[in-house]
């Protein structure tokens, strides 16, 4: 059994969309990172780093989205969700790294700039420097 732990408007949206896509049955968590459930007890016993997403896979918890994306896609080939070919594989894990390491920390930074600076004019640099950055 698959179960997803998400909140929505997170990164998490990607995961559950092409659990969606696929038509894999699951059950879904909602993990409401504004009240700080992440960071519960019991969430963290899930995903100790307090982050959404998490799958769960029979009890086993895969977290972050390059894993869990590749996962699903190597779990359900019918969904044809990966390329089948080496080079279009690799640039595929490629892309999805990229928007993990790069697009995503960017983009926090812009609609975020108060988890990197305490200080409103520090927040406005970091919401340029990401935008130039991006």
């Given at each position: 059994?698959?179960?997803?732990y998400?909140?929505?408007?997170?990164?998490?949206?990607?995961?559950?969309?092409?659990?969606?896509?696929?038509?894999?049955?699951y059950?879904?968590?909602?993990?409401?990172?504004?009240?700080?459930?992440?960071?519960?007890?019991?969430?963290?016993?899930?995903?100790?780093?307090?982050?959404?997403?998490?799958?769960?896979?029979?009890?086993?918890?895969?977290?972050?989205n390059?894993?869990?994306?590749?996962?699903?896609?190597?779990?359900?080939?019918?969904?044809?969700?990966?390329?089948?070919?080496l080079?279009?594989?690799?640039?595929?894990?490629?892309?999805?790294?990229?928007?993990?390491?790069?697009?995503?920390?960017?983009?926090?930074?812009?609609?975020?700039?108060?988890?990197?600076?305490?200080?409103?004019?520090?927040?406005?640099?970091?919401?340029e420097?990401?935008l130039?950055?991006?």
């Amino acid at each position: 059994m698959l179960t997803l732990y998400y909140s929505p408007g997170s990164s998490s949206v990607i995961p559950h969309l092409t659990l969606e896509e696929i038509g894999a049955p699951y059950e879904q968590k909602l993990i409401n990172l504004a009240k700080g459930e992440h960071k519960s007890d019991a969430y963290l016993q899930i995903n100790p780093r307090g982050k959404v997403p998490a799958l769960s896979i029979n009890g086993n918890i895969l977290t972050e989205n390059v894993a869990i994306l590749t996962y699903l896609a190597m779990q359900f080939p019918a969904a044809q969700l990966m390329p089948q070919n080496l080079s279009d594989e690799a640039w595929c894990l490629s892309t999805m790294a990229w928007f993990a390491c790069a697009v995503r920390p960017a983009f926090a930074h812009i609609i975020r700039p108060e988890r990197f600076a305490s200080d409103t004019a520090a927040q406005a640099n970091v919401k340029e420097t990401a935008l130039k950055t991006f």
